[in-house]
């Protein structure tokens, strides 16, 4: 018989929350490995001791990693979903006859909190999984990421004067007097200057500029005027952010950071470092691409004396060709050898790239028999072979090409890249939920706090299973054998 169900809405419910969440929900197992009451601790401050209590900190901290653990990118979504999520609900605290907290109030704990309380809770999290032995602290892998900025194209503005110019005088009042008599002197911008000159400066790593008429310098976005544009071969140009990020080999987030995606990769560099160190120490290596192969970032590493798996060299080898380490360096006469035995002298130097170049005769060229390996047919240059004119260079170039930095590169592809996949593709970080430099930087924080919980927690299930296996192996080996010893004792009574 077909049945039908009739819904009878009852005035009282004797239901137990706890009852109704999974045993193996991720919230539940998350609650057992991490608590926050660590948050109200680094919060009292931010708070009177009279008047109306607040919704408890912790509250808010929780309600906003459940969004970004789910992929919840709307904050009026996230509220809507707890208070309709049983689970949620239960995580928080908040039973079912309780009113979810407004929206409105993670803005006002943005503006309240900054980007200093989400870091302190980042590094409090950190070292809860340093105390269960999650994390590596031998050495630290190094990347950055592209995040679109939520802005159009189409907000762009020409600016005419130069971009501290620009901050300068959106910072001022109009009602400034200038000054009578003469003329004050301009600062000189810290991120314009000359080349690296040797001694590793922190505060203009990744800002000196290369090319003062680039086209970033001279145009901003009214609705976010902290992203710059990044053009992307097959992709345009776009609005966005660079994310930073340091990870172990566990996969666990050491510390990451945020900015315009103008700058160049090693500008990030120092703070990442000193991000590790407070929590971590110092690593003992580093491994990052070829875009953290400058002099000066390898100086500032090394300095550290943190071992450095980096190419230098920024050039790739053609297909089928060649390439730089199968030519022969010979130190006492300053000259290489290829592999056919011919000389490549030295012909010049960049002083400020300290890059020596180093060519083949052209008569040899032509007549070697392995030239289509070694240089472009058609053309009649010969080759050249470029060096680095730096210790940093060598020491770098010397512990990437050992067995043990290549493997930590394999690492570093593998990991730290598998991170921003898993953050863009599941946490939201593909686009930018906030407009301005600091509350992105706090998006991303929390979106490495939830990738560290989420591998915290898979680590932990990883443990518990690996505890269970020995006892379930026996197990089932006890009974196998009384299987076997019934068997036996079934065909000798056959038998007799």
């Not at 109030?105 to 900054?114: C, D, M, Y």
């Not at 002083?351 to 007549?367: P, Q, V």
């Not at 067995?403 to 930018?432: C, N, P, V, W």
């Not at 560290?452 to 299930?461: E, G, S, Y």
């Amino acid at each position: 018989m077909q049945g039908k169900k009739e819904f009878k809405q009852r005035i009282y419910y004797n239901i137990n929350l706890d009852s109704l969440v999974p045993e193996d929900h991720f919230l539940r197992r998350l609650n057992s490995l991490v608590s926050f009451d660590f948050v109200r601790d680094i919060t009292k401050n931010y708070y009177s001791h009279t008047g109306k209590p607040s919704i408890d900190p912790v509250v808010l901290v929780k309600m906003l990693l459940i969004g970004y653990l789910f992929d919840i990118r709307s904050e009026r979504k996230l509220v809507e979903e707890i208070s309709l999520n049983l689970a949620y609900r239960w995580y928080i605290g908040y039973d079912l006859d309780e009113e979810v907290p407004n929206h409105s109030v993670f803005s006002k704990a943005r503006k309240r909190f900054g980007k200093k309380i989400f870091g302190k809770i980042f590094e409090e999290i950190l070292k809860t999984a340093i105390g269960y032995g999650m994390v590596s602290k031998e050495g630290v892998l190094v990347d950055s990421s592209i995040v679109k900025a939520d802005a159009s194209i189409g907000s762009i503005v020409e600016v005419n004067i130069s971009p501290e110019e620009y901050w300068r005088k959106l910072d001022e009042s109009e009602k400034i007097k200038k000054p009578v008599g003469r003329k004050p002197k301009k600062d000189k911008p810290v991120n314009e200057g000359s080349h690296f000159n040797g001694t590793p400066d922190k505060d203009k790593m990744g800002k000196r500029r290369r090319n003062r008429d680039s086209s970033f310098l001279k145009k901003r976005s009214t609705t976010d005027p902290d992203a710059t544009l990044f053009y992307r071969p097959g992709a345009g140009s776009q609005l966005s952010y660079k994310a930073h990020m340091a990870a172990d080999t566990n996969e666990i987030i050491t510390a990451v950071t945020a900015s315009p995606s103008s700058l160049h990769d090693i500008g990030a560099v120092p703070a990442l470092i000193e991000s590790h160190e407070n929590v971590l120490g110092t690593p003992l290596w580093i491994a990052a691409d070829t875009k953290y192969g400058s002099e000066e970032c390898l100086a500032y590493l090394q300095e550290r004396e943190i071992k450095t798996s980096i190419n230098p060299d920024s050039r790739s080898n053609r297909p089928n060709h060649f390439s730089k380490e199968e030519f022969t360096y010979d130190e006492k006469k300053d000259c290489y050898i290829c592999p056919q035995g011919n000389v490549l002298k030295r012909k010049a130097k960049n002083y400020k790239l300290n890059r020596i170049k180093y060519r083949a005769k052209k008569k040899d060229c032509l007549l070697c028999p392995k030239r289509e390996r070694c240089i472009d047919s058609k053309s009649s240059n010969p080759r050249t072979v470029t060096r680095y004119d730096s210790q940093c260079y060598q020491k770098a170039s010397q512990y990437y090409l050992s067995d043990y930095g290549r493997s930590i590169q394999k690492l570093r592809s593998t990991i730290i890249e598998g991170i921003f996949g898993q953050a863009k593709a599941f946490h939201g970080m593909a686009r930018a939920k906030f407009r301005g430099l600091k509350k992105v930087e706090i998006q991303f924080i929390l979106t490495a706090t939830a990738l560290n919980l989420k591998k915290m927690v898979k680590m932990m299930d990883m443990d518990r299973l690996k505890s269970t296996i020995p006892d379930k192996v026996s197990n089932i080996i006890c009974i196998g054998r009384n299987i076997l010893r019934s068997l036996l004792i079934k065909l000798a009574l056959e038998w007799s």
